[in-house]
């Protein structure tokens, strides 16, 4: 699926540029401003390879990353995760996100469960309590994977007994749990500025740092889960 959102990618890119080729050149014969075709197409060429050069970078990586949410900020932490070197399996139930995601550079995958099965970190950028607990608990959720020894990441906004009850849970079946609520909004989200409050263990802590940093300037341990 990748492979094929990123040709596809590619070649809307080509239209869409060729589109602004004809009309420049248009423009030009009409005598409203000079055309330099040289210029624009070299700079086609290396908009292109740029692209594609990314794409190759990303399929040489080996870790993969799971994000359960691909929405305002669950799309910014796909884009900055990616970037980052990562790939990364997106469970996602809209549409529309779902494209958005795979546009950039995300593959799906139908469940929670499959997602944790894909990856050994997973991040849950859902909206509450309800929807964290559907995602964990509920039918193909989390907690079904098969998956050993891998870290959960809420970045969702929770009550912390909700969060220390889940973080026991997890524990259970032998898995570390964070609860990282993420501040700044939008803006920072794009630009990968978040700040990080990280309750939970240290040692799972330093496990997620480096793709937390993709996205996080700032990261801060406040303590347990739900501090």
């Known amino acids: 699926v990748g492979e094929r959102c990123y040709l596809n990618h590619d070649e809307l890119l080509l239209r869409y540029c060729g589109t602004l080729l004809l009309s420049h050149k248009y423009r030009s014969g009409l005598g409203v401003q000079p055309f330099h075709f040289d210029r624009a197409f070299s700079f086609l060429c290396t908009v292109i390879a740029g692209n594609t050069m990314r794409h190759e970078d990303r399929m040489m990586t080996t870790a993969t990353i799971g994000l359960i949410g691909a929405g305002r900020m669950g799309l910014a932490q796909i884009k900055h995760l990616i970037r980052g070197g990562y790939q990364v399996a997106v469970c996602e139930r809209d549409e529309t996100n779902q494209t958005k995601a795979m546009a950039l550079?995300?593959?799906?995958?139908?469940?929670?469960?499959?997602?944790?099965?894909a990856a050994e970190i997973v991040y849950v950028a859902v909206g509450f309590d309800p929807e964290v607990e559907a995602v964990c608990r509920g039918p193909h959720g989390l907690m079904s994977s098969a998956r050993q020894g891998g870290v959960v990441v809420v970045n969702?906004?929770?009550?912390p007994e909700f969060m220390q009850e889940m973080a026991a849970a997890f524990e259970t079946k032998g898995h570390g749990f964070l609860d990282?609520?993420?501040?700044?909004?939008?803006?920072?989200?794009?630009n990968g500025t978040l700040l990080a409050m990280v309750?939970?263990?240290?040692?799972?802590?330093?496990?997620?740092?480096?793709?937390?940093?993709?996205?996080c300037s700032d990261i801060e341990w406040m303590g347990g889960v739900g501090t």
Do not use: H, K, M, N
């Open 105 to 117: 550079g995300a593959y799906l995958v139908d469940t929670p469960e499959a997602c944790f099965d």
């Open 156 to 159: 969702s906004t929770c009550d």
């Open 180 to 190: 990282v609520p993420i501040a700044r909004g939008g803006w920072a989200a794009d």
């Open 199 to 215: 309750g939970g263990d240290q040692a799972a802590l330093e496990r997620v740092r480096p793709s937390l940093s993709t996205f």
